[in-house]
């Protein structure tokens, strides 16, 4: 999984309630993302950084915000979970230059909100 | 990238077969490609990619095909075995102005039989 991990990787939670996701890359890779994967949708990006305190809003934004204090960390926050954000969330890292485009993913965290 | 219903298109492929799976790109401007394979539980894993200014790549008995015509993108899997049994998706990259950005199609389910 290129370097990258995500922590924790399974999680039940409560309507209502704050969830953090944290990806934990070894890469030093300035990109980092965060995506949703639903049955019938490709990946949906959430947001992204390009940079330590630098992010930026993606397709499906609504209910997230994210956090990175660290080059190698990135952390994904609902501040009240609902049962629409049950989902498994991906993180994933890409290098600037030839490669920028090619975005190496974590494990997952599968989230279920009831 | 497309979008399906909740049940992926299945490919059913005899071990030792060659596989083809398709995607259709759905932006004209897209000009980097990828295909991702992901086995149940798993972060999508790159697989190959290709730019747009080539209509052939080729790998470890994968073959990426891009017709831009049509904007069609087809991934060919020789000899398939079966632990190539996964989801396989395409996607592309529309440049932007500070930074590439990824489609994603939802994914045609290989499954590989004896």
């Known amino acids: 999984d290129a370097g990258i991990t995500q922590s924790p990787r399974h999680k039940v939670t409560e309507t209502g309630t704050p969830v953090t996701l944290r990806c934990h890359q070894t890469e030093n890779h300035r990109y980092m993302y965060w995506y949703r994967q639903d049955p019938g949708h490709g990946l949906r990006l959430i947001h992204y950084s390009y940079g330590v305190k630098d992010t930026d809003k993606g397709e499906v934004s609504d209910g997230y915000s994210v956090s990175r204090s660290k080059t190698e960390d990135f952390l994904l926050t609902l501040e009240s979970a609902t049962s629409s954000q049950t989902s498994v969330y991906f993180c994933?890292?890409?290098?600037?230059?030839?490669?920028?485009?090619?975005?190496?993913f974590g494990p997952g965290t599968r989230l279920t909100v009831l | 990238g497309e979008s399906v219903g909740l049940h992926l298109p299945t490919l059913s492929v005899q071990e030792g077969d060659n596989s083809i799976i398709n995607c259709a790109y759905s932006?004209?401007?897209?000009?980097?490609f990828i295909w991702y394979k992901q086995e149940s539980g798993k972060g999508p894993q790159f697989i190959i990619d290709?730019?747009?200014?080539?209509d052939k790549r080729q790998g470890q008995r994968v073959t990426v095909l891009l017709n831009k015509t049509v904007k069609h993108l087809s991934l060919q899997i020789a000899a398939t075995q079966p632990g190539d049994s996964a989801v396989y998706f395409c996607?592309?990259?529309?440049?932007?102005?500070?930074?590439?950005?990824?489609?994603f199609g939802a994914g045609t389910q290989v499954v590989v039989t004896p």
């Open positions: 932006n004209s401007a897209s000009d980097y």
């Open positions: 290709i730019r747009s200014n080539m």
């Open positions: 994933a890292i890409s290098e600037p230059g030839a490669t920028l485009d090619t975005q190496y």
């Open positions: 996607a592309e990259n529309a440049p932007t102005d500070s930074w590439g950005k990824l489609q």
